[in-house]
């Protein structure tokens, strides 16, 4: 494996760099490296913004509206975006629904949604988990009954992230309770605003509103909105987290967090010196770093495999990284002690200037840290992707 850039893609950085220098607004930036909350207005503007250039959706095919781009070139892209401290562009449509509606759905769906999920006119939310199925998802019971030409939905969802935003939600249902349970789920595309839909917020530990409760209550869809085969839904679903297991890994802004860590740890001192020279400290920050490295050698590998999607390797990534991006946070909370005690949230929401305790850097580091406990739970827990990775790869 060559980890050397070749001139051509050497330029393609500093063409990405060029735009990005350009166009990134400088509120969202401050935003995201001072670790402020996005509103829905930030994820969109940001997505229109990349959308008019045509970069939005780096991994789809051209027919589609995507790039054409290798996947060293989306690796580069989506390095740099992270190092420039970009707005996410929210998954739920680009990366996760819409590769399932490539791969699986008719021609009428794929020409009507592809273009509003490359444009971001709708925002999607993802309807998988529920109380009693969580990493355990095929034991889902939320179900769809056929009633003529539409589907009679009724069940619940959770953990639904930023449906309260939410145009539209693809979701797991229960089509045929007869079978194994993973053989009766089919996969629906359901608009939100759907009579028959509550949906509930979730107040986290840092006291953000991320995610919900989405109730259905005799919620009638077109069965148009069916993707695939009916009960067929089990394979969409593997496809899709697939592609959601390999970008939680994210390398591109663990790698700006240890940047940041690495400068915190140098305003702060001890016993008269910066922190980060302390040896006990300094071994901890060294030793997250050499993980993270290697860890984006492992994603570069993965992603040199063109054409293939996302298999069982997907699982380490998505342990490894979230493990990491914990250390992050873990590693920034130790370096400020005390300095993490205020809470803020007026500061985090952005509606004052500068936060309570008087040090701007560090009042969202332990919201920061309290909200990646999330990251080794979500996207299916840390402890089933090692189930995956025992008997996919190993063959245990």
């Not at 050497?10 to 735009?19: E, G, L, M, P, S």
């Not at 089509?175 to 509930?200: A, H, N, Y």
Request: hydrophobic share 40%; charged share 20%; glycine share 8%.
């Amino acid at each position: 494996m060559d980890l050397h850039y070749t001139a051509e893609e050497t330029a393609f950085r500093d063409t990405v760099r060029a735009f990005l220098d350009t166009h990134l607004p400088a509120d969202l930036q401050r935003k995201v490296r001072q670790h402020l909350r996005l509103n829905r207005d930030d994820y969109v503007r940001w997505h229109k913004i990349v959308a008019q250039q045509g970069w939005a959706a780096p991994a789809w095919p051209v027919e589609y509206g995507g790039t054409g781009w290798t996947s060293v070139q989306r690796h580069i892209w989506e390095d740099e975006c992270a190092r420039a401290a970009t707005p996410p562009i929210l998954p739920f449509g680009v990366n996760m629904v819409a590769p399932v509606i490539m791969a699986f759905a008719n021609a009428e769906q794929k020409a009507y949604y592809l273009p509003r999920i490359l444009n971001c006119d709708d925002w999607w939310c993802q309807g998988y988990s529920e109380p009693g199925a969580g990493s355990d998802l095929a034991s889902l019971k939320t179900t769809a009954e056929r009633d003529g030409d539409h589907y009679i939905v009724n069940g619940q969802k959770t953990w639904t992230t930023l449906g309260q935003h939410a145009d539209m939600i693809f979701c797991l249902v229960r089509t045929d309770s007869t079978v194994r349970k993973q053989e009766g789920i089919s996969f629906l595309l359901i608009d939100m605003k759907t009579p028959g839909i509550t949906v509930r917020p979730i107040i986290m530990l840092d006291e953000e509103h991320e995610v919900n409760e989405v109730f259905f209550d005799n919620v009638r869809v077109p069965v148009s909105n069916l993707v695939g085969q009916e009960n067929k839904g089990w394979t969409y679903a593997k496809y899709l987290l697939g592609h959601e297991r390999t970008g939680i890994a994210a390398v591109g802004r663990s790698k700006r967090e240890l940047t940041f860590l690495k400068q915190l740890a140098m305003q702060q001192t001890k016993r008269g010196a910066p922190l980060l020279h302390d040896p006990a400290f300094a071994a901890k920050v060294a030793t997250l770093e050499i993980e993270l490295m290697a860890l984006e050698m492992t994603v570069l590998r993965v992603i040199s495999e063109e054409g293939k999607g996302p298999g069982p390797q997907a699982s380490m990534l998505k342990v490894r990284g979230s493990e990491l991006q914990q250390q992050l946070t873990e590693l920034m909370v130790e370096a400020i002690g005390p300095q993490a005690l205020p809470f803020d949230p007026s500061f985090l929401d952005g509606s004052t200037p500068h936060g309570a305790g008087g040090d701007d850097l560090a009042a969202p580091l332990a919201a920061y840290y309290f909200n990646y406990r999330k990251t080794s739970i979500y996207g299916g827990s840390n402890e089933i992707q090692k189930n995956i990775i025992t008997q996919m790869i190993l063959g245990l």
